[in-house]
Each structure stands twice: as C-alpha cells, then as structure tokens.
C-alpha cells in the first residue's frame, strides 16, 4: 500500500524522509506467521482500513514481565523478559498530531450518533487531546464548548508519617474527589481523582452532556472512576473516547459508549525485534509495518 506522507503522524525522533509517499505492508493480524518488528517505531492505525491514518508510536519497555502477561508462552522465546509498550505521549508530539487526533475522535464520536456539551479530560495525557476535540466543535459546529480536566490527589503526611491522599487545590473540597485504582499506579499506592466542585455543579445545573476524553485506555481503573465521579454529581455522561485502547475490545465502559480509535497491542522481545503478544491484539484487523 502506497500512502501519502501526509498521512502519517511520525514522532518527532524519527526523522521524515523526502519521498511523497511510503510504502506500507498491511498485515492481518491473523495470519500464520508471526509478525515481528525492527525498528523502534509502531505504526498505529488510527484511521479506517480504506483510508488510513497512521500514528507512529516509539516503543518503550516497562516493569512488567512477559510470562506474567502470557504464562504459557515459552520463556526461551524472547530475549529478555520485559514487555516492550507502543508509547504515546501526548506532551511529545507536533501540534498537527495533536489536531488531527483531536478530529479523528470528533469524527468517530460523531459517527455513533453521540452528542456532547462539554469534555473531561483524564489527567495528564488527556487535556492536550480535549482542547484540539473543542477547537474541532468549535470550527465545524460554531459552538463553544467547555473543557476541563480531573485532578489528581495531592499525598499528605501527617505527624506519625501516615500518608493520606487530600485535594490537589486549596478551594477544592475533599467530597469532590474519588478512590482510584489505575493501570500506570504503584498497586499499594492510594490514589484519589478530583473534579472542582464548582464546575461540577456548572454541568450539572445545565445539565451538560459531558465526553470523558483519554490518551489510552489501559485498565478500566482511571475512566470508570471518572465516570463514577460524574455519577455522584448527577452530571450525564455522553460517552467515553480514547486514542489507544488496550483492554479488551468493546463498545461501552460501565453502560457508557466507548470509542476506542484502534486496539494496541503490547510486545514481547524475539531474536530479531519485536513481537505482538498472543491475546494481546484481539480485535485488530491489521498491522502495518513500513517498508524501507
């Protein structure tokens, strides 16, 4: 497949090359022979199959072992036992990724049929993501809508050296935040999401139907408490959208609709580079891997 350098949203580590196009292999996820990658870079397809957009996401390791996320894999298979994630970080990217992020997950939002009045971002990747899906409201519909963001907690240490998880501002009060389980957390770490109160009530005295808006979705622990917090506070929750997901495909996230733009799988190191997981990409069509 021939695709325009437009097309893709290479990371700013990887250098452009000159040619107008690239050529892409599109690889079913399926297929017999496992599909295994060379360089440092994943190309996530973000758009459709017929039309796509390709985010180029720089592979990273992380803590966790290989046989504990695929017990019966055979451990002499991978050169190292640390699974390698395909890494976006919305704080390192061009200001046109970030855009046209923002308009592929208005689009698909769009194409659900959802409505929305308002965003709530997931701190700290999200809010880059909720202020481009505004600026995209804004420009096709000449609404200006609102956008915020959840709070993390701020730890505390008392006097015996007791750490509790309080408020992250002065002026927000402790009612207005929410225990929290997350994927990226210590799991013996307390944590603890906030929304201000006083914008709380804004949306739920004009009844804002209200998008929860997220770089990933890696475990359900984040969003569904961010959805349980717009819950407590009686405000509608229009639906829930990310860029990557890399739970368990599906359409909705505790009865609310989900939008997951394309399925991530994690990788595992072999001889000669990287290896999607088995069962970690079900519900993903295709791989892309650029030819050079």
């Not at 050296?161 to 309080?166: D, L």
């Given at each position: 497949m021939h695709i325009p350098q437009e097309r893709i949203l290479r990371h700013f580590l990887h250098a452009r090359t000159a040619s107008p196009q690239v050529d892409?292999?599109?690889i079913p996820s399926q297929g017999t022979t496992p599909v295994v990658f060379q360089t440092p870079f994943y190309l996530a397809n973000i758009g459709s199959a017929a039309d796509p957009l390709l985010l180029e996401l720089r592979f990273e390791p992380i803590a966790a072992p290989v046989y504990k996320i695929a017990p019966s894999i055979d451990r002499t298979a991978f050169s190292d036992n640390h699974v390698r994630i395909a890494l976006l970080m919305t704080n390192e990217r061009h200001i046109t990724d970030l855009m046209a992020m923002g308009s592929e997950l208005y689009t698909r939002v769009k194409d659900r049929g959802i409505a929305f009045d308002a965003i709530v971002?997931?701190?700290s990747l999200g809010p880059k993501l909720s202020q481009e899906v505004a600026r995209v409201v804004y420009?096709?519909?000449?609404r200006n809508i609102l956008f915020t963001s959840f709070q993390k907690g701020k730890p505390r240490v008392d006097d015996s050296?007791?750490?509790?998880?309080?408020p992250p501002k002065p002026w927000i009060v402790e009612s207005a935040g929410i225990d929290v389980s997350s994927g990226t957390s210590h799991p013996a770490a307390r944590q603890r999401l906030f929304l201000d109160q006083k914008v709380a009530e804004y949306m739920r005295s004009n009844s804002l139907?209200?998008?929860v808006i997220d770089d990933a979705r890696m475990t359900q622990g984040s969003i569904n408490t961010g959805v349980a917090l717009l819950k407590r506070f009686d405000i509608p929750v229009a639906a829930v959208a990310t860029i990557l997901n890399e739970g368990d495909p599906t359409d909705e996230i505790a009865g609310i609709p989900y939008?997951?733009?394309?399925?991530?799988?994690?990788f595992m190191p072999v001889a000669d580079g990287l290896q999607p997981i088995p069962g970690s990409f079900r519900g993903l069509e295709y791989f892309y891997r650029e030819i050079s």
């Open positions: 892409i292999e599109v971002a997931m701190e420009e096709r519909e000449r050296g007791n750490v509790t998880v309080g139907r209200v998008l939008i997951g733009l394309t399925k991530l799988p994690l």
